[in-house]
């Protein structure tokens, strides 16, 4: 099966070169504008302190010491923190670091 080709019909889609359009003065045609809120500015700015924050947390941060961590694991295997003042302590640490005072 053959398609013909459409042939003999109109330009409809020719546009001459000096169109009115084309004549319109630049002045007139409005341009795009872009107006942002101080609470986007706002935020835009908390997301960059933050960044700038969690680079800094990350780079003073010390690294994980993994014999300490190992250490640490068999001693949790084995019963030895399992005194009561060595889970006294550990809780009141932790509350430290979390923020709670026990």
């Known amino acids: 099966?053959?398609?013909?080709p459409i042939?003999?019909?109109p330009d409809i889609q020719k546009i001459e070169r000096d169109t009115p359009l084309k004549r319109i003065e630049h002045n007139a045609i409005p341009k795009d504008k872009i107006?942002?809120?101080s609470h986007a500015k706002e935020s835009h700015q908390l997301r960059l302190y933050a960044g700038e924050m969690t680079k800094k947390i990350?780079?003073?941060t010390p690294?994980?010491?993994m014999e300490l961590v190992a250490r640490a694991a068999i001693r949790l295997k084995t019963g030895v923190y399992n005194q009561p003042n060595v889970t006294e302590e550990i809780a009141k640490r932790l509350s430290k670091i979390i923020g709670l005072e026990v």
Do not use: L, Q
């Open 7 to 9: 042939s003999n019909t």
């Open 1 to 4: 099966m053959t398609i013909n």
């Open 58 to 60: 990350a780079n003073t």
């Open 35 to 37: 107006e942002i809120s």
């Open 63 to 65: 690294d994980v010491r």
